[in-house]
Every structure is written in C-alpha cells, then in structure tokens.
C-alpha cells in the first residue's frame, strides 16, 4: 500500500516541475522574440528614411566607436555612480520614513503633508533651485535623483505597512507578542514586496530624472553627451545613450525583481 499511495504523488509532481523548469524559457523566447520584432521595426523605418532616423548598424557602429575611444564607458561610469548614489540615498532614507508614518499616527499626521506636497512637484523643476542653493557640482545632480527615488520609494513603504493584515496583527497580540516583536515579525514581512515594488519604481525615476540633472554643468555621463550630440544633429550618439540608459535601467531593474523572489518566496505567484 505505501509503494502505491507514493507512486501517484510522484507522477503528479513532475508535470508541475516540468512546467516550471517550462516558464522560464518560454519568457526568455518571447523576449528574444520581441526584440527582434522591435529591431526589425526598426530596420524598417531607418530604411523608409523616416526623419533621417539611423539603422541599428549605424547605431551599433558609433557605439563601436564610442566604446572604442572609452568615451562610453567613461559616460556610462558617471552616470551609474550619479544614479547608483542617488537612488541608494533616497531608498535608504524613505524606508525608515515610510514605516514612521505606517506605524505612527502622529508621525504620519506630521509628515503626510510634506511628502504629498513634494510629491505634486516635479524633481526636475527643483533643479533651478537646486543650482542656487547648492552650486553647480555632483552635489546637486545626486540631490535631485535622490528625491525622485525617495518620493517614489517612501509612498509604497507607507502603504505596506498601512495595508498589513490587521488579522495578523491581532493574532500576535493574543498570543503575548510585542509591538517590537509584531513590527519585525510581521508588519516588516508583509510589507516587503510593497518596499520592493518602490524601490523598482524609485528605479525607473532616478533613471528617468539623469539627464536631466546632467544639465548642471556636466563633464561627462550618458545624459550630457545626449544634449551635446542634440547640438550637432548627432541622432547616432543620442541613440547610442537612450540604448545604454535602457540597458542599464533593465538590468537594474531586473536585479531587484531577483531580491523580490529571494525575500518573497513565501508570496504566492502566477
């Protein structure tokens, strides 16, 4: 009897691991499918000469050149470490924050206000601000990617803790856990994928407010060179930094959403 009743328990778990060993290749192939559907989109429209619009190779050859001369990578290197120090800052701070104003009402009524205030406004239009008050240095291109991964970040923190399952707060207070106990076994647990889905948004602002911020007096990053190629017509080189900025962004992004998995394993998925 014990070898039939586990026989059928094996059977039925291998369709399922083979379906999951299945769904990680077949996202890959469509991937790799919808990038050669957009490349050739592309190669179409660069064909058709639609506003002078450059062809892959003509942009995959500047970039050869870029790459060549180290003026890419020297690009690349500043503008990561602009957005890497700017995006670490503003998440390390809106954590913290974030379960303030959760877990206190009183700090909540205190800095509600401000955060849905600044949030109205956009980071880029603190840059005018951030020149006067801060010079013309790293200081305020750093600052001004800070508060756009911070707005983003201490938002989705807040609501985590708020939506915490008021369930599973109560069960711990019956079984004599304490609000210390409560707050880093469960509301920190429960929270997380919302502190990760921020951080990943946090991303994407940071990412999108760098060429901006570039603008203050820069010497070198993905975005200046951006605004330089602008000057001269140069569509190759501004294409040559819109590719590097999204590749960039994406394996960043994809980072987080591998630390999603890892700190959530618990989380049913789909």
């Keep these: 009897m014990t070898v039939v009743t586990a026989s059928p328990q094996k059977?039925?778990?291998?369709?399922?691991?083979?379906?999951?060993?299945?769904?990680?290749?077949?996202?890959?192939?469509?991937?790799?499918?919808?990038?050669?559907?957009?490349?050739g989109l592309w190669t179409l429209l660069a064909s058709v000469g639609v506003q002078g619009l450059p062809g892959p190779l003509t942009v995959a050859a500047r970039g050869?050149?870029?790459?060549?001369?180290?003026?890419?990578?020297?690009d690349v290197l500043a503008s990561l470490r602009r957005v890497f120090v700017g995006f670490a800052l503003g998440t390390l701070l809106a954590i913290p924050v974030g379960f303030l104003m959760g877990w206190?009402?009183?700090?909540?009524?205190?800095?509600?206000?401000?955060?849905?205030?600044?949030?109205?406004?956009?980071?880029?239009?603190?840059?005018p601000l951030a020149i006067v008050l801060?010079?013309?240095?790293?200081?305020?291109?750093?600052?001004?990617?800070?508060?756009?991964?911070?707005?983003?970040?201490v938002v989705s923190t807040f609501?985590?803790?708020?939506?915490?399952d008021k369930t599973l707060i109560n069960a711990a207070r019956v079984l004599g856990?304490?609000?210390?106990?409560?707050?880093?076994?469960?509301?920190?647990?429960?929270?997380?994928?919302?502190?990760?889905?921020?951080m990943r948004i946090g991303l994407g602002s940071a990412w999108g407010t760098l060429v901006a911020a570039e603008l203050i007096a820069a010497q070198e990053g993905l975005g200046f060179r951006m605004q330089q190629a602008q000057l001269y017509y140069d569509l190759?080189?501004?294409f040559v930094g819109?590719?590097?900025?999204?590749?960039?962004?994406?394996?960043?992004?994809?980072?987080?959403?591998?630390?999603?998995?890892?700190?959530?394993g618990w989380q049913e998925r789909r």
């Design 134 to 153: 801060m010079g013309i240095g790293e200081v305020p291109k750093v600052f001004v990617i800070f508060l756009a991964a911070f707005l983003s970040s």
């Design 236 to 238: 190759s080189t501004i």
């Design 104 to 127: 206190y009402a009183t700090a909540r009524g205190l800095l509600e206000p401000y955060i849905q205030f600044f949030r109205t406004i956009p980071p880029l239009a603190i840059i």
């Design 64 to 74: 050869g050149e870029l790459i060549a001369d180290g003026t890419l990578l020297g």
């Design 177 to 198: 856990a304490s609000d210390r106990t409560i707050f880093l076994k469960v509301v920190v647990p429960a929270s997380t994928p919302f502190i990760l889905v921020g």
């Design 159 to 164: 609501q985590g803790v708020v939506d915490v």
């Design 242 to 264: 819109l590719i590097a900025i999204g590749v960039l962004g994406l394996v960043m992004d994809r980072l987080l959403l591998l630390a999603e998995r890892r700190l959530t």
């Design 11 to 39: 059977t039925s778990a291998r369709p399922d691991g083979r379906r999951a060993a299945r769904k990680p290749r077949r996202t890959i192939a469509l991937n790799l499918l919808a990038v050669a559907i957009g490349l």
